[in-house]
């Protein structure tokens, strides 16, 4: 049996804004390794706020998360910034590239940020993460220089160069068209087939949803149905 890379396990969260706003209600489930999982569900069910606790980014709530069966409970911010480096992989909407770096460079940042490996290493972790999404021909070119299907292409290598347990990624389809959310697609399902890459994508786009192994449908802040 696939091993769960992470697993939320009662999470509730609560702002309070000036009253008390309930917005995330006892949330558990397990994602295995090599599993794609989308969470779907109406604006404001909680999509982007569960995304950002389960990022380890926000520790300020009820119940337990685990990655790669270790508690997130209880951390410091340095051994929660080494988690956030060397485990999971961010893809965003936005790229979020440095435009002023070549492409390449972009790649190597969470590498390098990482200190586990030389430079020359990362260097060619990224030349190897470029060439299976096919894009190693634009490494030296300026990141402000290429298409934006391109850059979200560059985002998820450089989301893989620390080969993390699991890549997490907010609406990565959302500023795409068509043909360019297609080969996003078509990327993270190699990665889940092919590498065993474990993938939790929130997202609006109910195509891409239904596409994936399974999909986590919030509403109100409560898991409805999985
Ligand atoms: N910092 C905050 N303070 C108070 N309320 C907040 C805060 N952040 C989010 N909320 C509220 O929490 C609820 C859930 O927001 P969240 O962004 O998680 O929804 P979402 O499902 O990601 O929505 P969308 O699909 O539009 O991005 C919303 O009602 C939002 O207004």
Redesign the pocket.
């Given at each position: 049996m696939n091993e769960v890379v992470l697993e939320a396990r009662h999470i509730s969260k609560s702002?309070h804004?000036p009253v008390t706003?309930p917005?995330l209600k006892d949330i558990s489930f397990t994602i295995k390794k090599g599993e794609f999982v989308s969470i779907t569900?109406?604006?404001?069910?909680?999509?982007?706020?569960?995304?950002?606790i389960l990022s380890t980014m926000d520790t300020d709530y009820d119940g337990e998360l685990f990655i790669e069966q270790e508690n997130m409970k209880g951390k410091t911010e340095n051994q929660l910034a080494y988690v956030r480096n060397a485990k999971i992989g961010f893809v965003f909407q936005f790229h979020y590239l440095i435009h002023e770096f070549t492409v390449i460079e972009n790649v190597m940042l969470p590498g390098l940020k990482l200190g586990a490996h030389s430079e020359e290493e990362v260097r060619q972790r990224a030349i190897d993460q470029l060439r299976a999404l096919d894009i190693h021909m634009l490494a030296n070119k300026k990141a402000n220089l290429i298409s934006g299907g391109e850059k979200q292409r560059v985002a998820i290598a450089r989301a893989l160069i620390n080969s993390p347990s699991i890549v997490l990624c907010d609406?990565p389809t959302g500023n795409l068209d068509k043909a360019n959310s297609e080969i996003v697609f078509k990327i993270f399902k190699h990665l889940t087939r092919e590498r065993q890459q474990t993938i939790l994508v929130?997202t609006?786009d109910q195509e891409f949803a239904a596409n994936t192994h399974r999909i986590i449908e919030?509403e109100d802040?409560k898991i409805v149905q999985k």
């Amino acid at each position: 049996m696939n091993e769960v890379v992470l697993e939320a396990r009662h999470i509730s969260k609560s702002f309070h804004d000036p009253v008390t706003l309930p917005i995330l209600k006892d949330i558990s489930f397990t994602i295995k390794k090599g599993e794609f999982v989308s969470i779907t569900g109406k604006s404001g069910c909680g999509k982007s706020t569960l995304l950002y606790i389960l990022s380890t980014m926000d520790t300020d709530y009820d119940g337990e998360l685990f990655i790669e069966q270790e508690n997130m409970k209880g951390k410091t911010e340095n051994q929660l910034a080494y988690v956030r480096n060397a485990k999971i992989g961010f893809v965003f909407q936005f790229h979020y590239l440095i435009h002023e770096f070549t492409v390449i460079e972009n790649v190597m940042l969470p590498g390098l940020k990482l200190g586990a490996h030389s430079e020359e290493e990362v260097r060619q972790r990224a030349i190897d993460q470029l060439r299976a999404l096919d894009i190693h021909m634009l490494a030296n070119k300026k990141a402000n220089l290429i298409s934006g299907g391109e850059k979200q292409r560059v985002a998820i290598a450089r989301a893989l160069i620390n080969s993390p347990s699991i890549v997490l990624c907010d609406e990565p389809t959302g500023n795409l068209d068509k043909a360019n959310s297609e080969i996003v697609f078509k990327i993270f399902k190699h990665l889940t087939r092919e590498r065993q890459q474990t993938i939790l994508v929130v997202t609006h786009d109910q195509e891409f949803a239904a596409n994936t192994h399974r999909i986590i449908e919030m509403e109100d802040g409560k898991i409805v149905q999985k």
